[in-house]
């Protein structure tokens, strides 16, 4: 059997992010405009040469374009048409970097480009990474071989704060004959490091410790962060792992009508206190449809089990059939377990739209996509997109579907968005939907063209226009910031300094200017209890266009 080591990523695109766009369908076009800028480093103010930067448009673009930077730092695309684009720098020696990103991880500034506009001042200033290095040990405090360090940030995503990985785009290696590690490629930021053995390295060796965090603790709650700053290493730290009792976890895959399923994908997941955990444990089934996890420690655990995907699925595995079982070990090994691996239940409707006289998206522009709320009967690891299809009358399709999840829609134009979802007459809008067993038939969704909108600017205590921070649009009722949130959004100031937010429904909300937020913290609960102390309400009727001037607020940090 093949094992491998995996370390879990929640699917960020179900972690509710507002109006998140479809791919474009247009061909690529040839405009007359152009973006232009220089890369340097941060720490120098020298060039860059040879950085690859990456342009994308949700709008205009099929594929992204490319361009390099030369001698002088500089680089150049033509030939453009009019729309929002987003601008990525990578280069080996450095972060990758949006452009007008404050922080890593921190959302991209749109650049909106006019049908014939020169934009000349996408300007990216890149960051050297830092390191962690140090040494981890075992009972008897001898180096201990072959442990794997993972670094961790504390970030919001999928409706809660979680432990994500974090690190640079090298492979993790193992500890060597001394016990050392060294994490490189990282952003500076402060970091939770985890010592992993046995079932969650490549090798399935060192068997006996628990996952560890730093300095020394099972427990989460206990771990110490460690700062790292742009281009430093922070060093001499130490692990001591805790030896706990080991066990095996081993039993078969079979569907529904109990044939076993050979070469199929097994997760064996910790479940904490959060309900999930980002640490996985990852293997193949044999020719039996058998799979066994050895040297694990005593602990709570989620199987997470996917079947071959369908033909034309590309491999994806949220395209898979699933099943999944809850176990709990205090050391003894569980042998014989039984896992039922199910094609996915099928959510079947109609889209129906209100509203002005306002263009419709062709049924390509718009995916109706079911977002998860639990991820323990729902997947923590996916493959992509559930097949979703909506045809000429737009009568809608969505197989692969699992769990308790909240139905959402991805619509290309910023005219639409989500008014409410029925299931035969009941309004589900904000209301988990039940996939477990069973297909869900007879879904209304109703796209308006009543949203309500906020556009405005960001200024200083003295005036000053404010291009580099970060707008969010809250509703005033805590009981709306449930996940995903319809009534929560994040905007970025364009180049001029000009912040949009579309599709809101009817509410009373409050909207505030910060320098910058981490990746979804804008989601979080505990960031919008310390917003709204300083942030400015307003009420949107339906349809309403507001024009909004905000002050730039300290960090709510």
Not at 349 to 368: C, I, L, M, N, T
Not at 418 to 426: D, E, S, T, Y
Not at 473 to 498: I, K, Y
Request: proline share 8%.
């Amino acid at each position: 059997m093949n094992r491998t080591l995996i370390v879990a990523v929640i699917l960020l695109a179900h972690s509710g992010a507002a109006q998140q766009p479809v791919a474009p369908a247009q061909s690529q076009q040839a405009g007359r405009a152009s973006i232009a800028g220089r890369v340097t480093a941060a720490d120098t103010g020298k060039p860059v040469k040879g950085v690859t930067l990456r342009l994308l448009s949700w709008e205009v673009m099929r594929r992204p374009r490319y361009a390099t930077s030369d001698g002088q730092g500089r680089f150049e695309f033509g030939s453009l048409v009019g729309g929002q684009y987003l601008l990525e720098a990578r280069h080996d020696r450095y972060l990758t970097t949006n452009f007008g990103q404050v922080l890593s991880p921190d959302p991209a500034r749109p650049i909106d480009l006019g049908d014939a506009e020169r934009f000349d001042r996408a300007d990216i200033a890149l960051i050297r990474p830092g390191a962690i290095e140090g040494r981890v040990v075992d009972e008897f405090g001898d180096g201990a071989p072959n442990i794997t360090v993972q670094a961790y940030r504390i970030e919001y995503a999928a409706g809660a704060r979680r432990l994500m990985p974090a690190g640079g785009r090298t492979p993790i290696r193992p500890t060597d004959d001394r016990g050392h590690f060294r994490i490189f490629g990282l952003a500076p930021d402060s970091y939770y490091l985890c010592a992993l053995s046995g079932a969650f390295t490549a090798s399935n060796e060192a068997g006996g410790f628990a996952p560890t965090y730093f300095p020394g603790t099972t427990d989460i709650s206990r771990a110490q962060a460690v700062a790292v700053a742009a281009g430093r290493d922070a060093s001499g730290i130490a692990i001591p792992l805790v030896p706990v009792p080991m066990a095996s976890v081993s039993g078969i895959l079979v569907d529904p009508a109990g044939r076993h399923l050979a070469r199929a994908t097994v997760f064996l997941i910790v479940r904490d206190h959060t309900g999930v955990s980002p640490l996985v444990a990852r293997m193949a089934t044999g020719a039996d449809g058998g799979f066994s996890f050895r040297n694990v420690p005593a602990g709570a655990y989620t199987i997470q089990a996917f079947g071959p995907p369908p033909p034309g699925a590309g491999g994806g595995l949220g395209q898979a059939p699933f099943g999944y079982l809850s176990v709990a070990t205090s050391g003894a090994d569980l042998d014989g377990l039984r896992v039922i691996v199910r094609p996915g239940t099928t959510m079947r409707g109609r889209v129906v739209f209100e509203g002005d006289d306002v263009a419709r998206p062709r049924p390509d522009e718009v995916r109706v996509f079911p977002r998860p709320v639990g991820f323990e009967s729902a997947p923590i690891i996916g493959g992509g997109p559930p097949r979703s299809t909506i045809d000429e009358k737009w009568d809608f399709e969505v197989r692969d579907q699992s769990g308790w999840r909240i139905v959402r829609v991805d619509v290309q134009s910023t005219a639409w968005s989500l008014a409410r979802v029925a299931i035969n007459g009941v309004d589900v809008t904000d209301t988990p939907v039940d996939f477990r067993s069973a297909d869900v038939d007879g879904v209304e969704v109703v796209l308006t063209s009543r949203g309500a909108s906020v556009t405005g600017s960001v200024k200083t205590d003295a005036g000053h226009l404010v291009r580099e921070c970060a707008v969010v649009v809250f509703a005033a009722d805590r009981e709306r910031w449930m996940f995903p949130s319809r009534f929560v959004a994040m905007a970025r100031p364009n180049q001029d300094g000009v912040f949009s937010v579309h599709g809101l429904p009817p509410e009373g909300y409050l909207a505030i200017a910060v320098p910058s937020v981490k990746g979804f913290e804008w989601q979080d609960p505990e960031f919008l209890e310390r917003a709204r102390v300083e942030a400015m309400p307003l009420v949107l009727m339906e349809g309403e266009r507001r024009a909004l001037d905000l002050t730039l607020t300290a960090s709510t940090r």
